[in-house]
């Protein structure tokens, strides 16, 4: 009964033909823990200081100590802060930050930033001119441009998970900077001007950091 088993023939026997696939070493070695960290944190530096020499180029606003001013700048670096030692540090067990911590810090940056624009920020008689209104928004971006790249540079195939949301978070901190300078700088407290002209890098930072996430940040 067994006679013919040899002559039917093996469905898998063109997958044994196949010549095994070619294994190339990776192009750069793989940075260790803690060089990793020392060119983040050198990417961090560099950040911060385009944002001030941006600021000082643009020049200070002449209430920036008064508390109304003071204040919400500290809330935000602090925020700023916190927000990157979560979103890049590892927690228990050598594991990152989950996609709910992550999803909740990108709602927390643009809800910061608008509470205390609220509180500290009213509606003048009259608007600014459309090139004012460009001119702090340029302002902003270019001082979040650097900071992005950089981020974009010493994180890409760093994220072993929600790729997509980290860039999302680090993209919209990296713009919640830019918005510490230019809040430094301009002394125009329209409400809907500081939301949309000096808010706009946020934005721009969280769709950003996700686009290069996406591409380029899975581990």
Do not use: K
């Given at each position: 009964?067994?006679?013919?088993l040899?002559?039917?023939?093996?469905?898998?026997?063109?997958l044994a033909?196949?010549?095994?696939?070619?294994?190339?070493?990776?192009?750069?070695?793989?940075?260790?823990?803690?060089?990793r960290?020392?060119r983040?944190?050198?990417?961090?530096?560099?950040?911060?200081?385009?944002?001030?020499?941006?600021?000082?180029i643009?020049g200070?606003?002449?209430?920036?100590?008064?508390?109304?001013?003071?204040?919400?700048?500290?809330?935000?670096?602090?925020l700023?802060?916190?927000?990157?030692?979560?979103?890049?540090?590892?927690?228990?067990?050598?594991?990152?930050?989950?996609?709910?911590?992550?999803?909740?810090?990108?709602?927390?940056v643009?809800v910061?930033?608008?509470?205390?624009?609220v509180?500290?920020?009213?509606l003048?008689?009259?608007?600014?001119?459309p090139?004012?209104?460009?001119?702090?928004?340029?302002?902003?971006?270019?001082m979040?441009?650097?900071?992005?790249?950089?981020?974009?540079?010493?994180?890409?195939?760093?994220?072993?998970?929600?790729?997509?949301?980290?860039?999302?978070?680090?993209?919209?901190?990296c713009?919640?900077?830019?918005?510490?300078?230019?809040?430094?700088?301009?002394?125009?407290?329209?409400?809907?001007?500081v939301?949309?002209?000096?808010?706009?890098?946020?934005?721009?930072?969280?769709?950003?950091?996700?686009?290069?996430?996406?591409?380029?940040?899975?581990?």
């Open positions: 009964m067994l006679e013919g040899e002559d039917i023939p093996d469905p898998a026997g063109h033909d196949r010549p095994p696939p070619v294994m190339a070493a990776p192009a750069e070695p793989s940075l260790t823990r803690p060089a960290e020392r983040v944190v050198s990417a961090m530096l560099a950040g911060l200081t385009w944002v001030l020499l941006l600021t000082w643009a200070f606003r002449a209430d920036l100590g008064a508390p109304r001013v003071a204040i919400p700048l500290a809330l935000w670096a602090l700023s802060g916190v927000g990157l030692r979560l979103a890049l540090a590892a927690r228990a067990r050598g594991l990152p930050a989950g996609v709910r911590a992550l999803q909740a810090l990108v709602a927390a643009p910061g930033f608008l509470a205390a624009a509180a500290t920020s009213g003048a008689d009259g608007p600014l001119s090139r004012s209104n460009l001119r702090c928004s340029a302002i902003g971006l270019g979040a441009l650097l900071p992005l790249a950089l981020a974009a540079f010493v994180l890409r195939r760093s994220f072993l998970s929600a790729p997509a949301w980290r860039g999302a978070a680090i993209g919209a901190l713009g919640l900077g830019a918005v510490i300078g230019i809040q430094a700088h301009c002394a125009y407290d329209d409400l809907l001007h939301t949309f002209a000096h808010g706009l890098p946020i934005a721009a930072g969280a769709l950003l950091g996700a686009a290069a996430g996406s591409l380029g940040g899975r581990a």
